[in-house]
């Protein structure tokens, strides 16, 4: 356990989601902090918020931009910043204090900054530069540096032009104060400052539709900088924006001229200015890096290497002038996501050599990121790497799942007898075993680190239980959704896909924000959505809309709902209900005029993958369409929009009335029977409370006559085992999540999977590999799973939204007899630890300052419940409700708990 205050204390201070972030252009950026507290009960009563333009007027109290004075308020979440206009570059120092339940008030927190980014054009000095002749040899045939004459290189047919590189020098004359690079791209693109990486993040700026909108970073360089010479460098490579996305090798389709666009500010400590920004005056040439492409991989050829470009007196007397462009019609913006950055390093647990000279290096699990490249070579000594999920059965890599994607990567040793290092910068492969070819003798145990990469969303999530395959295939979960958590929310890290597909983010978004703080990262995708969703009204496939165009699908398109109310549920952003208020009713307005007699037509992929059962894709369509439009009458009640929530309310009753006339039998069947049928219907409240019964009964029946197993794709899976949960058959939910025979979570686990699999078929015993042609390793869908293990195993569910009502429900049941839950969410740590022993529960509560619980504590009575050794019903901070469904009920306070009951005699029906 944390080390807790004794006084309410402000913590974690956080703006647009965010800890000190630089280059904001939300002009009342909206404030959360947290509150801890060791006693119970402890509550915020108000608050004080102080901004200042500079440190010292913060510490002196004085806030010269804002002073909030004292707000009687319990609020500590999306306070919205009232003070002075934000001009661009406004430095905000701020800080918090609060006033408990007794009206004290505490210490001022620890200071926190935003800084405003360049909020008009007239801010931008900087040109769009380039270097476009490498453009036209690419075109033509190429031949990769030490290929042997006659050699073909690989995949000859693919276009894949070497990144530029652009530098210029520059004399700073006084004392520096601050510096600040403001940079973008069209492509991706890595700054240098005097031989230093600007930043740690990758691939920036991110991927957006570059037609409408391209976001910008913002960095402090300060510590890069010095007085005198100095020079800027960057690596600029094609990206999302000109190289291969999706299938079909298709590259170009933003288009195919990259361009960097940067701008550093300089601040002299006797106040002036100095800006270098990016002209037709800096140079350009290539480099090393003879290709870098997200799908294809990166070759790199150190012999090439130009010592010193990113330096002070450099010689770039040889190099060209670069290209510029005048007019980029994408409005320029800060970047409001979670940028990429290195999550952990992966050593080989083996390695093999299947045939003759290709090693084969495990990595132990199977991860998104590239490989580290050790090496001492002879100079033109070629390397090559090759990565894929799965070995054949001859130990040699299965790459057919990859289709077009290229996934190799390739280095050439510059040779000198010294050790050499590589990684590439502008690629990332989905990976669990690294081919190695060209490698002097075996590789050693250092040739190869696997470095895994993802969106740097803050965790926020912990699940420990007494089930090693529970434990594992929490695990995978997390492992997938890093993998897949790459500046968007993709389907796959491996082959020629890795887009934003909507019906993935919308099934998988609640779980992923049981494991990590996704507002940020869903913040930016949310805004992609938008920008892709068709003239009529209908969202995408994928966001951002490239490749896989079209619109509408049912479940698929709905996410331009579901996942803005997601957002609003965990972490109650209501503008983020507001911005796309309008693109949300016209997406209903859409489905309204698409459908006949309100059944919403067979569009789309229907119950995607599901396993020997066949959901009607109009009955999937139709649920969709009541369950969209439930969630929009609520989110127009949040937003005070009485008449839109009575419309839409109106609407979704008509609807059900519609889905129940066309599809449900008065026995309660639903056409097609099939899992996901009775598994939507419920989740969606389509049902009459009779006919409630019913569908649970056939969905039980159907589970038990297949051996208790399960049938549902990615669409019925996701809500499968809270409608079991909730209709109290958690046993059969349980069954489900301890099966491991097919199809199950286990069955894959038994595999050896260290990740989730897109198909529950992605490889059997009978028949090896699924159809190459859709057989990915890493698919999140299935792994919706998560949420259930936290809100029933660990019982940590938000009673409203963002969990200022918290409802701690833990239901023991299936193998577990001990399990250790923890939600870190927007207002604080939420934990649950229980263990049954000897017809005994002991249950372990954290619940975070100035928020309550509901706890069901899993008793046959009140009676002989004790809370830290005493009856609960009298211990401090607790209030009995009831008994309820084999629990006892209280009303907590925040605070530290242990209770113990003796159990009831079915914790789950075995
Ligand atoms: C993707 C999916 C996606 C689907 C649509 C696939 O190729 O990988 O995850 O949702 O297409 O049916």
């Not at 956080?14 to 947290?34: A, F, K, M, Q």
């Not at 990332?428 to 680190?449: N, R, S």
């Amino acid at each position: 356990m944390r080390h807790m205050p004794s006084h309410l204390t402000p913590r974690c201070l956080r703006c647009e989601y965010r800890e000190n972030p630089l280059g904001i252009d939300v002009t009342l950026p909206r404030l959360s902090w947290i509150v801890e507290s060791a006693s119970r009960g402890d509550k915020q009563t108000a608050y004080q918020i102080v901004v200042s333009s500079t440190p010292k007027k913060l510490d002196a109290e004085e806030g010269d931009l804002w002073d909030s004075g004292k707000v009687p308020s319990n609020e500590t979440i999306q306070v919205a910043y009232a003070g002075k206009r934000l001009a661009s570059r406004t430095r905000g120092w701020w800080k918090v204090r609060v006033w408990d339940k007794k009206a004290k008030v505490s210490a001022w927190s620890e200071p926190a900054l935003w800084t405003m980014g360049l909020l008009g054009d007239g801010d931008w000095q900087a040109e769009w530069i380039g270097y476009d002749e490498p453009l036209k040899a690419a075109a033509d045939k190429r031949e990769l540096a030490g290929a042997k004459q006659g050699e073909k290189p690989p995949a000859d047919d693919l276009v894949l032009p070497p990144p530029r590189y652009l530098r210029r020098e520059f004399r700073l004359q006084r004392p520096i104060a601050r510096a600040t690079l403001y940079s973008t791209a069209l492509g991706l693109y890595e700054i240098h400052i005097n031989g230093r990486r600007a930043s740690e993040d990758y691939f920036t700026p991110g991927w957006t539709d570059y037609n409408k909108r391209v976001y910008y970073n913002t960095y402090d360089v300060t510590p890069l900088v010095r007085r005198g010479e100095n020079a800027i460098g960057a690596v600029l490579a094609d990206g999302w924006y000109a190289g291969h996305i999706g299938w079909g090798h298709k590259r170009d389709h933003y288009g195919s001229k990259t361009r960097l666009r940067a701008q550093l500010e300089v601040e002299y400590t006797d106040g002036t200015k100095e800006t270098i920004a990016t002209r037709r005056s800096w140079r350009a040439s290539v480099g090393p890096l003879l290709e870098a492409d997200f799908l294809m991989g990166e070759s790199y050829d150190a012999r090439r290497e130009v010592p010193g470009w990113d330096m002070p007196g450099f010689d770039d007397s040889g190099w060209a002038q670069p290209n510029v462009t005048s007019r980029v019609s994408a409005q320029v913006q800060p970047y409001p996501g979670v940028t990429v950055q290195r999550f952990a390093e992966h050593k080989p647990v083996s390695v093999t050599e299947p045939q003759k000279g290709a090693y084969v290096l495990d990595l132990g699990t199977n991860l998104a990121g590239f490989a580290r490249l050790k090496v001492k070579g002879r100079a033109g000594q070629k390397i090559v790497l090759r990565f894929a999920e799965r070995l054949n059965p001859d130990g040699t890599i299965y790459t057919t799942n990859l289709r077009g994607a290229r996934a190799t990567d390739t280095y050439i040793c510059r040779g000198g007898g010294k050790e050499e290092i590589w990684e590439p910068r502008f690629t990332f492969h989905g990976f669990q075993y690294v081919e190695v070819t060209g490698y002097p003798g075996k590789p050693g145990p250092d040739a190869i680190t696997a470095i895994e990469i993802t969106s740097a969303t803050p965790p926020a999530g912990e699940f420990r239980c007494s089930n090693a395959m529970a434990n594992r295939l929490y695990a995978n979960i997390r492992q997938t959704q890093r993998a897949n958590f790459i500046d968007i929310p993709t389907d796959c890290p491996q082959r020629d896909e890795r887009m934003g597909w909507m019906g993935d983010a919308q099934i998988y978004i609640r779980t992923a924000a049981c494991n990590s703080d996704v507002a940020a990262f869903f913040t930016k995708w949310l805004v992609d959505v938008e920008d892709a969703q068709n003239p009529d009204g209908s969202y995408p496939h994928v966001a951002p809309r490239k490749v896989a165009e079209g619109g509408g699908a049912a479940a698929w398109a709905d996410a331009g709902i579901i996942c803005p109310w997601a957002i609003y549920q965990v972490y109650g952003d209501k503008r983020v209900l507001e911005r796309h208020y309008g693109a949300m009713q016209h997406f209903i307005e859409y489905c309204e005029t698409n459908s006949k007699g309100l059944l919403r037509p067979a569009e789309g992929f229907g119950e995607w993958l599901s396993i020997q059962a066949d959901t009607p894709q109009d009955v999937l369509a139709t649920a969709y369409f009541a369950h969209s439009t439930d969630l929009m009458a609520r989110i127009a009640d949040v937003l005070g929009k009485r008449d839109d929530a009575a419309k839409y309310r109106g609407l979704f009753e008509r609807i059900r009335e519609a889905f129940n006339k066309e599809y449900v039998g008065a026995d309660g069947r639903i056409r097609g029977e099939t899992q996901a049928d009775y598994v939507m219907a419920l989740a969606f409240d389509l049902l009459s409370p009779e006919k409630r019964e019913m569908a649970v009964k056939w969905l039980v029946k159907d589970i038990e006559s297949r051996g208790w197993h399960l049938s549902t794709g990615f669409v019925g899976t996701k809500d499968l085992m809270p409608v079991l949960t909730d209709a109290g058959r958690v046993d059969v939910a349980y069954r489900l999540f301890h099966n491991d025979t097919f199809p199950s979570w286990g069955f894959s686990i038994k595999q050896g999977a260290t990740s989730i699999w897109e198909r529950w078929d992605g490889w059997t015993p009978e028949k090896g590999f699924q159809d190459p042609g859709m057989n990915s390793f890493a698919h999140y869908a299935f792994g919706a799973v998560g949420q259930w293990m936290f809100e029933t195993i660990g019982g940590i569910k938000t009673g409203g939204p963002a969990y200022e009502s918290i409802v701690i429900r833990p239901r023991p049941g299936g193998k577990l007899n001990w399990a250790v839950v923890r939600h870190e969410s927007i207002r604080g740590m939420i934990a649950t630890d229980w263990k049954t022993k000897d017809g005994k529960i002991f249950l372990n509560v954290t619940i975070p300052a100035n928020t309550t619980a509901k706890v069901y504590v899993p008793a046959a009575s009140a009676d002989g419940v004790l809370e830290s050794g005493k009856p609960a019903a009298k211990a401090e901070g607790v209030h009995f409700l009831r008994v309820e469904g084999g629990a006892a009920v209280y009303e907590v306070a925040s605070g530290n708990y242990r209770f113990e009951a003796p159990l009831p005699l079915d914790v789950s029906r075995k």
